[in-house]
């Protein structure tokens, strides 16, 4: 057994080199990224399986305060009986248990507290093919990106929120001594401690497309500033953050703390846990990533909380102009169908000016862009067993009926198909659409369709779609946008834009970094200047708002004015 002070200075040199590369922003990765047997060992990933494959079918081995029965509420996407179920949660037992456990997780004090966190993190990689299973058969994500986004990406997320939390947290000398000179007296000493005391229970509501990767730096950056933290997933996607959190509650009773500083409210559909949660007065802080109906809702009626949303938006690409035509196509066909375009930095709305747009393979019309885009959609996914490893499965039935809807949608460039899966006969697999639209028709594209929906708009002008993306983005959000131009001006011009319109902004991408990938450490996800998120992960905003620092003072002699 280790207690909180030994796991920090077990960890000590892996936090200080996180802290040194939020600062640095260069590329910098504490998990390895590939599922290969050279960087996990040889029985790494049969393990993995067999850890996973062990929990189908029964009980989720895991302790709930106050639980109630049991619910089974997760389906695979690719057809795999999953048939596990998890106690259903009670949230006052839950809130109280949080409150029980918050002394002495606040005794543990920043440094113990992130060392708990990395030691929690080492065990989640060490799990990462047990957990990149279960992210798989609940989320639909091919097995690699489920491995690297579900996986090591979301730990680096997790570690970079550590990193952020304790820097701040530390920022005030936990002791620090005063002496104030006086005119034909003695100075006056003082001796002062300075504690980071949370803001309260902190309450963490997974989505279904990414439960960790999304999760992960909400559980974290709470923990490390002191607070206890319910982990409420959404039904469709509970495994993995069971997973989570049972790996959290035994590092806890092994450093000798209360395990309820972490728990799982695990719910029936309609039990409406996450909104008795996040509107009970000791729930503090609330993070959330989904819809903007539900989100908006929370920002609105979580009123004693902070509340931290990622919600959809308008993701835009504006194309103006390109010197490598080739690889602006490969890589915006493979930013669609990236999981079949179910990530919240997919783009949607494409902006092409009437008249064309010039290519180092000639001018293009918005026609011959679009049957372009469709020819590069074809070539990458021409492939059966590429695309399914492309694309994965459909999350559930709203995409698949927004993806229908569009199908109806006049000018369709590109139409949506079906994909088959030797490995998965029974997962669902369409390929992304692509429809043409004007910029009159903003009923359309002013919605969000979350899935393989995207929409080629026909605007008068580069410096109107400029106009149109900012508009949208400023009064719907947006998580991601990308320009391509070859001009310096309308460059400097789209940068404008992004900054008018509060959204991260990336400038032609044409080799292997894509606009709906971020990298922790280096890129900020979100930014909370427009309305589709109300924070950035991670900045200082996004763990300053969860702790407080709280003083005491006393006078002491001059001559033992000295730290103990």
Avoid at 54 to 63: D, N, V, Y
Avoid at 67 to 81: D, F, K, Q, W
Avoid at 150 to 177: F, I, K, M, N, S
Wanted: glycine share 8%.
């Amino acid at each position: 057994m280790s207690n909180p002070a030994e796991l920090y200075e077990t960890h000590r040199e892996l936090l200080a080199r996180a802290i040194e590369a939020t600062a640095a922003r260069d590329y910098w990765s504490a998990y390895p990224e590939s599922p290969s047997k050279s960087v996990y060992g040889e029985d790494a990933a049969p393990a993995g399986e067999r850890a996973f494959t062990s929990l189908l079918g029964k009980p989720f081995p895991i302790e709930v305060p106050g639980a109630s029965g049991t619910v089974a509420t997760e389906h695979s996407p690719y057809g795999l009986e999953l048939g596990v179920s998890y106690p259903r949660a009670d949230p006052l037992a839950l809130i109280a248990a949080a409150r029980a456990a918050t002394p002495g997780w606040r005794a543990a004090g920043p440094e113990g507290r992130a060392g708990v966190a990395a030691e929690i993190l080492r065990r989640i990689n060490a799990a990462s093919f047990e957990i990149a299973h279960a992210v798989q058969h609940t989320t639909g994500q091919a097995f690699v990106m489920a491995f690297q986004a579900g996986g090591t990406h979301a730990q680096d997320r997790g570690l970079e929120a550590v990193a952020y939390a304790l820097a701040a947290t530390t920022r005030t000398p936990a002791y620090a001594t005063w002496a104030k000179p006086q005119r034909g007296a003695d100075p006056l000493h003082l001796e002062k401690n300075a504690t980071v005391v949370g803001r309260g229970v902190s309450v963490v509501i997974g989505c279904t497309t990414f439960p960790t990767w999304n999760s992960y730096p909400g559980i974290f950056a709470s923990l490390v500033a002191g607070n206890p933290v319910i982990v409420k997933p959404h039904p469709g996607a509970v495994l993995p953050l069971a997973i989570t959190v049972r790996i959290c509650r035994e590092v806890l009773a092994e450093a000798g703390l209360n395990p309820d500083v972490v728990t799982l409210a695990a719910e029936q559909p309609g039990d409406g846990i996450a909104a008795t949660l996040a509107t009970h007065p000791d729930v503090r802080i609330v993070d959330f990533t989904g819809s903007s109906e539900f989100g908006d809702w929370l920002e609105a009626n979580a009123r004693q909380a902070v509340v931290y949303t990622e919600k959809s938006g308008l993701n835009t690409v504006v194309v103006d102009s390109t010197g490598d035509y080739k690889g602006l196509l490969r890589n915006l066909a493979f930013s669609l169908s990236l999981y079949s375009g179910q990530m919240c930095t997919t783009p949607q709305n494409i902006l092409v000016p009437r008249d064309g747009i010039e290519t180092d393979a000639g001018h293009r019309s918005p026609d011959e862009f679009g049957a372009d885009l469709a020819a590069a959609l074809g070539k990458l996914l021409g492939d059966p067993r590429r695309a399914a490893g492309t694309l994965g499965a459909i999350v559930n039935d709203g995409v698949l009926a927004r993806l229908s809807e569009a199908s109806s949608t006049p000018g369709v460039v590109h139409p949506s198909t079906t994909v088959s899966d030797e490995q998965y006969p029974s997962a669902v697999i369409r390929t992304p659409l692509v429809a043409r639209l004007d910029a009159a028709d903003e009923k359309v594209y002013t919605r969000e369709w979350f899935g393989p929906v995207s929409f080629l708009i026909t605007t008068d002008s580069t410096e109107h779609s400029l106009r149109v993306f900012t508009e949208t983005v400023r009064a719907h959000g947006a998580l991601s946008a990308l320009v391509h131009s070859t001009s310096p001006q309308v460059l400097e011009a789209a940068r404008e834009a992004a900054l008018d319109a509060g959204v991260h902004l990336s400038e032609n991408l044409t080799g292997g970094v894509f606009v709906n990938q971020t990298a922790a450490f280096s890129d900020l996800h979100g930014t909370g200047a427009n309305p589709a998120a109300t924070a950035a992960l991670t900045d200082d905003w996004y763990v300053t708002g969860r702790f407080f620092t709280l003083q005491s003072r006393r006078h002491v002699p001059a001559a033992t004015s000295e730290q103990p």
